[in-house]
């Protein structure tokens, strides 16, 4: 079984940052893609930022120039630094992890949630 711990949320003023980080664990024995993605109260959630296992990356176009999302493969854990934050950011933000463990070639696996809040 696998399992994603994040993070690193809380309340930020705008402006401010935040780094947050989501650590896998269990029978893994790959991860295809990394991704964070964020619900705010009543849209849809909406992807932020995914990694592939090759290192390309992909952001939503709300947060270009403002978020890095990146791996440590040794703790496979992935982190999301966001800078320059706005009040548009604050929601809950959820890592998704596509990975093969020892009993699935492909498996989704989600993190619980973190709350990431912005406000003065």
């Known amino acids: 079984q696998v399992q994603l711990v994040e993070s690193g949320g809380g309340l930020v003023q705008p402006g401010g940052s935040l780094r947050l980080s989501c650590a896998a664990s269990?029978?893994?024995?790959?991860?295809?893609?990394m991704g964070w993605f964020r619900q705010a109260p009543g849209p849809q959630r909406e992807l932020v930022a995914s990694?592939?296992?090759?290192?390309?990356?992909n952001y939503a176009d709300s947060v270009k120039g403002r978020v890095t999302i990146s791996v440590d493969n040794a703790k496979n854990t992935v982190y999301l630094q966001m800078n320059s934050l706005k009040a548009d950011d604050t929601a809950v933000h959820s890592c998704?992890?596509?990975?093969?463990?020892?009993?699935?070639?492909?498996?989704?696996?989600w993190g619980q949630g973190i709350l990431v809040t912005i406000s003065s």
């Open positions: 990694i592939s296992s090759g290192g390309s990356t």
């Open positions: 269990g029978n893994i024995l790959n991860i295809y893609q």
């Open positions: 998704n992890e596509a990975v093969r463990t020892t009993t699935y070639w492909y498996i989704e696996v």
